[in-house]
């Protein structure tokens, strides 16, 4: 089932400590008003059930689901919105949650859409940055990890639809 893995980027140890850090640093960035945490699926539900585990404020939690890359490992540009939150985004703090920011077009999107619902501030969680974009709008107000500019997967990442299961994050051969 799909290719071959090269080498372990980030283990299970480095991950939980980091979004332990990242629970931590999102609880004191919202002393109050209504939090509603947005998953964009597939690749954020690991990350995100993690995370949402180490904020230690009222939260809401809800999906997004945006077309994505298929089998490719470039990014076409090309993004859909499969699913829209049935949540009111209107007069809270929204904060999306993405697995990881490459060219960041995806991201640039659907923010334009979801600022558009006048929330009260809206801003990105990713696990992983690749700060490779040169087009980010918005920038990411909390990351995880830099990334090296490699194809990863695991931890909710995947190549095809492979790998999300892996509970660490690896490289692709
Ligand atoms: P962007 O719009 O180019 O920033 O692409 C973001 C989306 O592409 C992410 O949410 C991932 O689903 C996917 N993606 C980008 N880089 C990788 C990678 O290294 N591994 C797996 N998926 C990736
Ligand atoms: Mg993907």
Redo the contacts with the bound molecule.
């Keep these: 089932m799909g290719r071959a893995l090269r080498r372990v980027v980030y283990n299970e140890q480095d991950i939980a400590r980091r979004v332990r850090d990242m629970g931590t640093e999102i609880t004191s960035a919202y002393p109050d008003g209504d939090l509603l945490v947005l998953g964009?699926l597939k690749?954020s539900f690991i990350f995100l059930s993690d995370l949402v585990r180490q904020i230690t404020r009222p939260l809401q939690v809800d999906f997004l689901v945006a077309s994505?890359?298929g089998d490719k490992t470039f990014?076409s540009g090309a993004v859909r919105l499969l699913y829209d939150p049935e949540t009111e985004l209107e007069g809270k703090h929204i904060l999306l949650v993405?697995?990881?920011?490459?060219?960041?077009?995806?991201?640039g999107r659907l923010m334009d859409l979801l600022k558009a619902r006048n929330p009260r501030s809206l801003e990105v969680c990713a696990l992983l940055h690749?700060h490779i974009?040169t087009e980010l709008k918005h920038p990411t107000r909390f990351v995880g990890f830099d990334a090296p500019n490699?194809?990863?997967?695991g931890y909710g990442?995947?190549?095809a639809e492979n790998f999300r299961h892996i509970p660490y994050i690896a490289s692709l051969q």
């Design positions: 964009l690749g994505s890359y990014s993405e697995d990881i920011v490459d060219t960041g077009r995806t991201l690749k974009a490699e194809f990863l997967v990442l995947d190549h």
